[in-house]
T-cell receptor, first 114, second 109 residues
Framework: DGGITQSPKYLFRKEGQNVTLSCEQNLNHDAMYWYRQDPGQGLRLIYYSQIVNDFQKGDIAEGYSVSREKKESFPLTVTSAQKNPTAFYLC?????????????FGDGTRLSIL | RKEVEQDPGPFNVPEGATVAFNCTYSNSASQSFFWYRQDCRKEPKLLMSVYSSGNEDGRFTAQLNRASQYISLLIRDSKLSDSATYLCVVNEGNTPLVFGKGTRLSVIA
């Protein structure tokens, strides 16, 4: 089945540690996105990529980094510079490079601080 | 970034009731509109796209009012399984979708 796979489902980070969240899609979508959702809050855009080897900052990119070396993969690194990383992280993808198409989401990674 | 505003609710309705949500958007150049559903601690899932002519999918009807810059979602004959948060989503051109914070619906037996 086609879809978006995020891993791990739950992740714990120690203070000062970088962690990487995986996002893989086999939908042949060009565009991929990372969002953060805090309890009772809406989705906030961290980074997005419309095409391989290119990505753009979203609204809250500070403390995060991404890469897009392959069409299928868009990993997100939460760096030690992100002081409040505890949240629900959602990866999404969309058809074509026009971002007006609906997005499809993975089932998320919950990150917590130890 | 332009805003998408929703009443956070919660809307508590009995089974079988009809309930409607509105969502306002601030950018008159917005081009694409969607409703997503998000269950507690789950990812958002596309419920329906919203077309200029409106569209209906079973018990769900979505309408777009460009003049007043709002979209609506009507749910008829509410089921317990409709309990969720409904996200209004707007696209302003070739930029990422803008998500509202959602309206929480609780359908009560």
């Amino acid at each position: 089945d086609g879809g978006i796979t995020q891993s791990p489902k739950y992740l714990f980070r120690k203070e000062g540690q970088n962690v990487t969240l995986s996002c893989e899609q086999n939908l042949n979508h060009d565009a991929m996105y990372w969002y953060r959702q805090d309890p009772g809050q809406g989705l906030r855009l961290i980074y997005y990529s419309q095409i391989v080897n290119d990505f753009q900052k979203g609204d809250i990119a500070e403390g995060y980094s991404v890469s897009r070396e392959k069409k299928e993969s868009f990993p997100l690194t939460v760096t030690s510079a992100q002081k409040n990383p505890t949240a629900f992280y959602l990866c999404a993808s969309g058809t074509g490079t026009f971002m007006g198409q609906p997005q499809h989401f993975g089932d998320g990674t919950r990150l917590s601080i130890l | 970034r332009k805003e998408v505003e929703q009443d956070p609710g919660p809307f508590n309705v009995p089974e079988g009731a009809t309930v409607a949500f509105n969502c306002t958007y601030s950018n008159s150049a917005s081009q694409s509109f969607f409703w997503y559903r998000q269950d507690c601690r789950k990812e958002p899932k596309l419920l329906m796209s919203v077309y200029s002519s409106g569209n209906e999918d079973g018990r769900f009807t979505a309408q777009l009012n460009r003049a007043s810059q709002y979209i609506s979602l009507l749910i008829r004959d509410s089921k317990l399984s409709d309990s969720a948060t409904y996200l209004c989503v707007v696209n302003e051109g070739n930029t990422p979708l803008v998500f509202g914070k959602g309206t929480r619906l609780s359908v009560i037996a």
